[in-house]
């Protein structure tokens, strides 16, 4: 497997649910990041993570909560969750974080996580 | 911070005909400002880039021109073809990523 992937592809879920997705890339990227699109409005950001280190979190409610374990894998643990959280949640890489000095480099992004809550 | 707006948010052309997508940003220092093209269902892909101290740049039928006065940047497709019908997002840069609201194009046979 190359790139990266995301698991799993749809999930629905109650409002009362705990569930994850799961991000896995193969690319040897340092930097990962959890975006939500949602129909008509621009890739949001969400996280940002560093060699496993949080160095961005734009304001997301607390119930989302990622988790890095190493550089390949990134999480997005769900809880409580509400209708208007449904959307396609997409993990992407890129070799180093963006700086304001360099400017930011290619993102691969994954297929993404089709998340719709009842 | 950085706001990016991108115009118009669907584009309908025949095929052949040239296609082309603007978006202005507010960010003065923003750097670099790459396009993403995303099909149905798929995810979105770096298609063309462009940093801050070049004014255009081409890959085949793609390119991008840069107006740094005007904070303004356009992608142009030339002699479009089904397979471009997708959306694009256009983004700028000079740290964190803003992306636009998206492109819509469809390019009819």
């Known amino acids: 497997e190359t790139g990266v992937t995301q698991t799993p592809r749809h999930l629905v879920m109650g409002m009362t649910n705990k569930k994850s997705l799961k991000c896995e890339q193969h690319l040897g990227h340092n930097a990962m990041y959890w975006y939500k699109q949602s129909a008509k409005k621009p890739l949001e950001l969400m996280f940002v993570?560093?060699?496993?280190?949080?160095?961005e979190n734009n304001s997301v409610p607390s119930r989302f909560s990622p988790e890095c374990p190493n550089s390949s894998h990134l999480f997005l643990h769900l809880h409580t969750l509400q209708p208007e959280d449904s959307a396609l949640y997409l993990c992407?890489?890129?070799?180093?974080?963006?700086?304001?000095?360099?400017?930011?480099?290619?993102?691969?992004f994954g297929e993404g996580s089709r998340l719709t809550v009842l | 911070g950085e706001n990016v707006e991108q115009h118009p948010s669907t584009l309908s052309v025949q095929e052949g005909d040239s296609a082309v997508i603007k978006c202005t940003y507010s960010d003065s220092a923003s750097n670099y400002f790459p396009w993403y093209k995303q099909e149905l269902g798929k995810r979105p892909q770096l298609i063309i880039d462009?940093?801050?101290?070049?004014g255009e740049k081409k890959d085949q039928r793609i390119a991008v021109t840069l107006n740094k006065t005007a904070k303004h940047f356009s992608l142009h497709i030339t002699e479009t073809q089904p397979e471009d019908s997708a959306v694009y997002f256009c983004a700028a840069s000079r740290g964190k990523l803003i992306f636009g609201q998206g492109t819509e194009l469809s390019v009819k046979p």
């Open positions: 462009i940093r801050s101290n070049v």
């Open positions: 993570y560093s060699l496993e280190e949080r160095v």
């Open positions: 992407a890489s890129s070799q180093e974080i963006s700086n304001i000095r360099t400017g930011a480099g290619e993102l691969f």
